[in-house]
């Protein structure tokens, strides 16, 4: 399976903004939309990602507030990315290595979404849930032999 597949299935929502935008407003966006992270772009080109990972560091590094300061000080400004040619065990294997919940979807430049760890292990549950289905199906409709008498 490869992430393309995961994208058809999750939908093409997506959610940007800028990195001069406030990160108080930043996180407003994301409990609006009931979102993990948000994709920062700059003249339509990826500059970094915002999760509630650098919302918690930045809450941390400012005693419990999120103060005056913009997504750029706080986003990660190199995120992980994959292509929608990434095989899903690869992601899999790169979302464990790295701790990353979120990995943009990159066509050159071109974003194309957003997977995350959630998205993954449900494409994963669902393929092996249809695999199962196959195989209870076909022992089931197993030939009976015939025997020799």
Do not use: C
Request: charged share 30%; glycine share 4%.
């Amino acid at each position: 399976m490869k992430v393309s597949e995961i994208l058809q299935v999750k939908g093409n929502i997506l959610f940007t903004v800028t990195p001069d935008i406030s990160i108080v407003e930043a996180v407003a966006v994301m409990e609006e939309k009931d979102i993990g992270s948000l994709v920062v772009m700059e003249f339509g080109d990826l500059v970094g990602i915002l999760t509630f990972r650098e919302v918690i560091r930045a809450l941390h590094k400012n005693n419990g507030s999120l103060a005056a300061g913009t997504v750029r000080k706080y986003m990660d400004d190199h995120p992980l990315t994959v292509t929608p040619e990434t095989e899903v065990n690869e992601v899999r294997r790169m979302m464990l290595e790295k701790h990353s919940r979120y990995l943009p979807v990159m066509d050159a430049k071109i974003l194309l979404g957003v997977i995350s760890f959630y998205d993954v292990a449900r494409a994963v549950l669902e393929a092996q849930s249809f695999e199962n289905k196959m195989l209870k199906a076909y022992i089931r409709d197993w030939p009976v032999e015939e025997s020799e008498e």
